[in-house]
């Protein structure tokens, strides 16, 4: 096997992995569906995958995918729903986890960068 078709290879397995965690995200809120789609798209165009196309030429998602893809864009209403969504976990590790104030202040730290 080349090097070049490992590569390939281990893009097309990060993709699909990321797909399912984001098809996974659509009933657990914890997982970023949206981020994890984007990531998946971007692997499968490093990879030369055929889902590339079907991504980018989505009713809904595809403008997005492609704004990110070929200019590296997020758009504001994503970054507003990616906030939304990082607030409500950390809100609901606050509430439902430990009280360890240096549990809570890592994982605020972790989850802003």
Do not use: D
């Not at 990321?18 to 809120?29: N, Q, T, W, Y």
């Not at 984007?38 to 997005?64: D, E, R, Y």
């Amino acid at each position: 096997m080349q090097i070049s078709s490992i590569k390939q290879y281990a893009y097309s397995c990060t993709g699909w992995t990321s797909f399912s965690l984001g098809m996974a995200g659509i009933v657990i809120p914890i997982l970023p569906t949206t981020l994890l789609w984007m990531l998946a798209t971007w692997c499968w165009a490093k990879g030369n995958s055929p889902m590339t196309q079907k991504m980018l030429n989505h009713p809904k998602l595809g403008k997005s995918l492609r704004l990110f893809i070929e200019y590296g864009v997020i758009e504001f209403k994503i970054k507003l729903l990616i906030l939304i969504g990082l607030a409500s976990s950390y809100l609901s590790f606050l509430w439902f986890g430990p009280p360890i104030l240096w549990l809570a202040a890592r994982s605020g730290i972790l989850m802003s960068v």
